[in-house]
């Protein structure tokens, strides 16, 4: 490393795309359009979207070229065998099941284990995860630590699961519980870490019981830089190893390609277990396609192959980890109260802490997402109240934070972007008191973030 500070972006941009200026009547007038529903925008109404790092990535010089290389045949493509070869370089799963995206993976891991009856351990649910999983009848638990769910509070590791409560949980449910799962980087807890060490305990934990450990793995490489810069006795190694060692500790996985793939779709199943294999493969062919291909294109899959090899860039992973960083800490530096540590791929504002004057059930996360985008044209996420708070039975509950999430769309925006982002922010921030909750107006009975409209309250 030389001796200077400044973030760079370790890329030259080689194709760009413009982005369209709006002015804050033409934003009010699409809010209103959209039923104050950010998901309902148009996307070339936004300035700067921060909505999510799920396939919204831009892809390199090599993954185009590796685009161009795709060969579509329908079985046993050539571009299957390097998809397949460049997932077991880093996971070493016997079985690799290409399928279009992360939640496609689960309706098939989950439609083979779950079932009503069933219990899912994992340290968070992420919402498709956590609606896959209920679908089938199956109950979704959460076991992150106590320190994962305090916003302010520092740890390294706050997606560690709770080992203790993992071990009462199988004492007592064990039967009924055929895997238990971890997501890394914890999304719905902050984009946060879990260490080895944890990753070991838990896999302890499963052997005692017997069970299978599964990875959500969708951020595995921010996941593996955060283990390297914060576990003791990791700093020398590789990110590659780091995550081979990962992929040993466990006996299969479910991954979105979209974020830590570097690509704009895709994702895989994946497993050691072979009667297992064959079960989700069957499904597979009804649902998503023929195995060597699964949802995807042959150039999808050789874009994904590149992109593992990218991915795992110690100079990707320190720009990527350190930029989101850079974003949190001028948040800080402005008094709006954010999770912390920083996650990898986003900065949460803690919606419920700024805006103590509204209430969970009128939505403070909404209300500060909204006025994101009303005031400057940055589309965040609330992951909160609207997104947690409805049970399956209909009941609503405040969610267990009220979070606004700015994700960053990797090697996408630059640091004046960033730098408009706490701009707009600070404004925001500034007014905090003057902002209004907002009710529901209609919504469907799942996931009702994606589609549910909203009415501001007076
Ligand atoms: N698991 C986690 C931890 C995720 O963050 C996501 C997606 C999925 C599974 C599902 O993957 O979208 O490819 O079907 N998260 C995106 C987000 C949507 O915005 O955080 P998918």
Not at 135 to 149: K, M, Q, S
Request: glycine residues 10%.
């Amino acid at each position: 490393m030389d001796r200077w500070t400044t973030i760079i972006e370790p890329f030259r941009i080689h194709a760009v795309e413009p982005i369209r200026l709006t002015t804050q009547d033409e934003r009010e007038r699409a809010l209103e359009e959209a039923g104050w529903n950010l998901f309902s925008l148009h996307a070339d109404d936004v300035l700067i979207d921060l909505l999510t790092d799920s396939g919204t990535g831009a892809m390199s010089r090599d993954q185009w070229a590796a685009v161009q290389h795709g060969d579509e045949s329908y079985a046993g493509s050539p571009s299957w065998f390097l998809f397949r070869d460049a997932v077991q370089e880093l996971f070493a799963f016997k079985h690799i099941i290409p399928t279009h995206q992360g939640r496609a993976a689960e309706k098939i891991l989950y439609t083979v284990v779950g079932g009503p009856g069933k219990i899912i351990p994992n340290n968070t649910h992420f919402d498709t995860t956590r609606a896959n999983v209920e679908f089938t009848g199956a109950e979704a638990v959460d076991l992150v630590i106590a320190e994962g769910r305090q916003p302010a509070l520092i740890h390294p590791f706050k997606g560690h699961m709770d080992t203790v409560a993992l071990d009462a949980l199988l004492a007592e449910r064990g039967a009924d519980s055929p895997i238990v799962v971890v997501t890394i980087t914890n999304n719905s807890g902050g984009g946060q870490p879990v260490s080895l060490a944890n990753l070991r305990a838990v896999r302890e934990v499963c052997d005692k019981y017997g069970k299978p450990l599964f990875l959500d793995g969708c951020r595995f490489a921010e996941n593996a830089w955060f283990i390297k810069t914060r576990e003791p006795g990791q700093e020398h190694r590789s990110p590659k190893e780091i995550i081979q060692e990962i992929g040993r500790l466990v006996d299969g996985m479910t991954m979105s390609a979209k974020k830590d793939g570097m690509v704009n779709i895709g994702g895989w199943l994946a497993m050691n277990d072979d009667t297992l294999a064959e079960q989700c493969r069957n499904l597979l062919i009804l649902t998503e396609g023929f195995p060597t291909y699964g949802g995807l294109a042959g150039r999808d899959l050789e874009a994904i192959a590149q992109g593992l090899r990218e991915v795992v860039s110690e100079d990707y992973l320190r720009y990527r980890i350190e930029s989101t960083a850079y974003l949190g800490n001028a948040l800080l530096e402005a008094g709006i109260p954010c999770v912390q540590p920083f996650g990898g791929h986003a900065v949460y504002l803690d919606a419920r802490a700024l805006l103590p004057h509204i209430p969970p059930l009128e939505y403070p996360g909404q209300a500060l997402a909204v006025e994101l985008y009303r005031a400057g044209g940055i589309r965040g996420c609330e992951i909160g109240t609207v997104m947690f708070g409805m049970r399956p039975d209909g009941t609503e509950v405040s969610g267990p934070m009220d979070l606004v999430r700015l994700a960053i769309p990797r090697r996408t925006y630059t640091q004046s972007h960033i730098d408009y982002v706490i701009e707009v922010a600070r404004d925001v921030a500034a007014r905090a008191g003057s902002l209004r909750g907002y009710r529901i107006a209609k919504q469907p009975k799942q996931l009702r973030h994606f589609t549910a409209t909203f009415a501001p309250l007076a």
